[in-house]
T-cell receptor, first 112, second 113 residues
Framework: EDKVVQSPLSLVVHEGDTVTLNCSYE??????LLWYKQEKKAPTFLFML????IEKKSGRLSSILDKKELFSILNITATQTGDSAVYLC????????????FGQGTILTVHP | NAGVTQTPKFRVLKTGQSMTLLCAQD?????MYWYRQDPGMGLRLIHY???????AKGEVPDGYNVSRLKKQNFLLGLESAAPSQTSVYFC????????????FGPGTRLTVL
């Protein structure tokens, strides 16, 4: 069965901490892995990863994919209270028309 | 551009009632999707469409129907609502092909009593 698993499910840190969120997957014919941030409403796109070992970076956020070990990590450095959100990992695979299979999400809470 | 919009934002139904959720996008995207989000389960795909006049089942299609009569609109229908359909529903759209991210609407919170 195709599945996407995120860990941890929830995380509480203080401002300035660095966090690492994990996403592992077991799918056939992998195409790409995406990270989204969800604050109360619509998920907003962060990164799309298709190749192993190539880091994607945006400000304090970065992500990398390991297609051999079937996982991705999302790093957030110098966390801020505005980083508090649910972080969703999703995978495109098979002959799907861009369909995404999502993990359960990681709830990140950043305290001042 | 408004992006992806959803109507209504909130709705309360009684068991057995019917309703239609409307999703509209102004980005000329080919693909559109309906998801539901339940606590601890991430987003699950209900139905999707790869173009005007076409629809297909996703992971959890039972109890829902969809239609895509116009490219910019994707409707999700509940013919006879059940408490198990209490959820937050998200619509998304994407350009054709598999190399693009999906853009999400703000969601509809549905409660079935």
């Amino acid at each position: 069965e195709d599945k996407v698993v995120q860990s941890p499910l929830s995380l509480v840190v203080h401002e300035g901490d660095t966090v690492t969120l994990n996403c592992s997957y077991e799918v056939t014919n992998f195409r790409s892995l995406l990270w989204y941030k969800q604050e109360k409403k619509a998920p907003t796109f962060l990164f799309m990863l298709t190749s192993s070992g190539i880091e994607k970076k945006s400000g304090r956020l970065s992500s990398i994919l390991d297609k051999k070990e079937l996982f991705s990590i999302l790093n957030i450095t110098a966390t801020q209270t505005g980083d508090s959100a649910v972080y969703l990992c999703a995978v495109k695979f098979g002959t799907s028309y861009g369909k995404l299979t999502f993990g359960q999400g990681t709830i990140l809470t950043v305290h001042p | 551009n408004a992006g992806v919009t959803q109507t209504p934002k909130f709705r309360v139904l009684k068991t057995g009632q019917s309703m239609t959720l409307l999703c509209a996008q102004d980005m000329n995207h080919e693909y559109m999707y309906w998801y539901r989000q339940d606590p601890g389960m991430g987003l699950r795909l209900i139905h999707y469409s790869v173009g005007e006049g076409t629809t297909a089942k996703g992971e959890v299609p039972d109890g829902y129907n969809v239609s895509r009569l116009k490219k910019q609109n994707f409707l999700l229908g509940l013919e006879s609502a059940a408490p198990s359909q209490t959820s937050v529903y998200f619509c998304a759209s994407a350009p054709g092909g598999t190399g693009n991210e999906q853009f999400f609407g703000p969601g509809t919170r549905l409660t079935v009593l």
